[in-house]
């Protein structure tokens, strides 16, 4: 059977490779990328069965990923993370 394969999006590169570690420990392909172009770009080049994204980077944010994403494949599921958040945000 085939593993899921999940895009991970996000600039912090530590991050990044601690929760590719930590999906590929649960039986998952992951996808690490390190921007949302480079996300888009592997979206449109390979099978992606899910997109985990941080939601502050420079350049494309997680929403205009989120948009982005909605436009190619509207039934992706995507979740979108933060280290930034509050209860008043």
Known sequence: ????????????????????????????????????KEALERLRAEKIDMVITDLKMPEMDGIQLLAAIREISPQLPVLV?????????
């Open 1 to 36: 059977m085939k593993h899921p394969n999940i895009l991970l999006v996000d600039d912090d590169r530590n991050f990044l490779r601690v929760l590719t570690y930590h999906v590929r420990d649960c039986g998952f392909h992951a996808t690490p990328v390190s921007s949302g």
């Open 81 to 89: 993370l933060t280290a930034h958040g509050s209860i008043d945000k």
